[in-house]
């Protein structure tokens, strides 16, 4: 029997309560693995289960997508960024990739994102260029290039440009780990947005990966948006926001192309 290569690319899938609803995602990013096999980019699932209920637990352990080369893990931290953290810890690819567990994703997403981080240097975080909402709320927008025109870094004092759906080598994950979110414990949230700030701050440039899409899913209550909204939840302090070259206007503001 030919030996399993080595993952290029860990997936790293928080799963809480979302019971069928993980079934149709996992179904979606095992097509974005099969898409990323065929360009020889092999990629493993790390699935948090993090105080997950029976059926979501179920369904995770039971999936035709999961391998016996993939990890599953459970954890009680009740909290999106120590279980992402928990699975990047277990991950063994050179790039990472973040997945909430009710999410869709274009098949071609871990494939572009791939080819961008060695093409654009190990100082690169690739985000979906296109963002489509669904359920709650039907809507569609393009997120931002860093090294693009429409970037402007003192809009990031007040708005998060880029998604929690990020891809990157996994020291960036290492090197700068999710902060604590427990929304309504401390009035801090936004943890996706903090990374974003950290790593822009320590040099890190967020490019998008043209023609791919996050198909996200928006919940009428019990999200974390809402969650974060009703106790108005503001974003931890950041090195990013005590340093004026890069909040300034002007090309001394700007990140290099």
């Known amino acids: 029997m030919s030996k399993t290569p080595e993952p290029k690319v ?3 899938i928080t799963l809480h309560r979302e019971g069928v609803l993980a079934h149709t995602t996992l179904h979606s990013i095992e097509r974005v693995r099969r898409h990323a096999e065929a360009s020889a980019i092999p990629m493993e699932l790390v699935i948090v289960l993090d105080r997950a209920d029976e059926e979501t637990r179920r369904i995770a352990r039971a999936h035709p997508a999961v391998r016996p080369t993939d990890t ?3 954890v009680g931290h009740g909290d999106l960024s120590l279980s992402r953290n928990h699975g990047i810890a277990l991950a063994r690819g050179e790039c990472i990739g973040t997945f909430d ?4 994703f274009s098949e071609n997403w871990v494939t572009t994102a791939w080819w961008y981080v060695q093409e654009c240097g190990p100082k690169t975080i690739v985000h979906p260029e296109m ?3 669904f359920g709650a709320l039907n809507a569609y927008w393009w997120q931002v290039d860093q090294s693009g025109p429409h970037y402007r870094p003192c809009a990031q004092l007040m708005l998060n440009f880029w ?3 990020a891809f990157a080598r996994r020291e960036a994950f290492r090197d700068f780990p999710y902060v604590v979110a427990r929304v309504g414990e401390a009035g801090f949230g936004f943890e996706d947005w903090h990374w974003n700030c950290e790593t822009i701050a320590a040099g890190y440039v967020h490019r998008l990966a043209l023609g791919t899409v996050r198909f996200e899913r928006r919940k009428a209550s019990g999200s974390l948006n ?3 909204q009703s106790v108005s939840a503001v974003i931890r302090p950041s090195a990013f926001f005590d340093r004026l070259d890069l909040l ?3 090309e001394a503001g700007r990140a290099a192309p």
Do not use: K, Q, R, V
């Open 72 to 74: 599953i893990t459970e």
């Open 10 to 12: 860990s997936a790293i």
């Open 101 to 104: 567990g009710d999410d869709y």
């Open 226 to 228: 809402a969650a974060h």
């Open 248 to 250: 300034l206007p002007g």
């Open 131 to 133: 963002m489509i909402a």
């Open 163 to 165: 998604n929690a759906c």
